[in-house]
C-alpha cells in the first residue's frame, strides 16, 4: 500500500478537525482553484497542484483502501495523467469532438486532520457537469485528499474521488478527471 493511501485508509473519515481559519481558508481555496482549473483545462497548471509521486484515484468500490493492483475507475500517477492529457488533446481525438465543458462546484470543506509538518487530511463534495455532443452527464460524490504543505501552499499526495454512481452505466467512457 502507497504511503498516502495508508493515511488516508488509516485517517477517521468522519474526523473534524480544530484547526485556524486560515488553515481552513487556505485549503477551501486550493481545492476551489483545482475545479477552476479543471474547468478551464489548464492542464499544466493541474498537474503542478501534484507531488511528484502524487496520485489521482477513484476506486471502484467504496470499501477500497488501496488503488494500486486492484481494480479502479482510475489509478494514475503524474506519467499516466500526462499520457492522457496528451491522447485528449490530439488532432484526432474523436472523443474530444466536439470538445467537452465541465463546471465543478465544491463544497463541505472539512479538515480531518492537521499534522505538525502542516500536511492536511481533507474530505469535501462535489458536484460535476459534463457537456458533450448535446446531452450533460452529472457526478457527484466525495474527494478526500492528502495535500502536503509546500511553501505558503499545498501539493497533493493523492486526490480520492468517490463517485455516488460509481456503478452506473455510462454511455462513453469518462475522458477527464473529475
Known amino acids: 500500500m502507497g504511503e498516502a493511501a ?7 473519515p468522519f474526523a473534524v478537525a480544530d484547526v485556524s481559519v486560515e488553515t481552513q481558508q487556505a485549503v477551501e481555496r486550493f481545492l476551489y482553484r483545482q475545479a477552476e482549473i479543471l474547468d478551464e483545462k489548464q492542464w499544466d497548471d493541474w498537474l503542478a497542484l501534484y507531488t511528484k509521486d502524487g496520485h489521482y484515484w477513484m476506486p471502484a468500490r467504496e470499501d477500497q483502501t488501496d488503488g494500486d493492483g486492484v481494480p479502479n475507475i482510475f489509478w494514475e500517477n503524474n506519467d499516466i495523467m500526462k499520457m492522457r492529457i496528451r491522447r485528449n488533446n490530439h488532432p484526432h481525438a474523436h472523443s474530444q469532438a466536439p470538445e467537452n465543458r465541465l ?3 465544491v463544497s463541505n470543506v472539512i479538515i480531518e486532520d492537521e499534522a505538525p509538518n502542516g500536511d492536511i487530511v481533507v ?3 462535489f458536484h460535476c457537469a459534463e457537456y458533450l455532443r448535446y446531452e450533460v452527464r452529472q457526478f457527484t460524490g466525495k474527494y478526500r485528499h492528502l495535500l502536503v504543505r509546500d511553501g ?3 501539493k497533493i499526495a493523492l486526490q480520492r474521488v468517490d463517485l455516488v454512481n460509481r456503478e452506473g452505466p455510462w454511455e462513453y467512457v469518462m475522458q477527464w478527471w473529475l
Open 103 to 105: 463546471c465543478h462546484v
Open 123 to 125: 474530505r469535501s463534495r
Open 6 to 12: 495508508l493515511k488516508l485508509a488509516e485517517s477517521d
Open 152 to 154: 505558503d501552499s499545498y
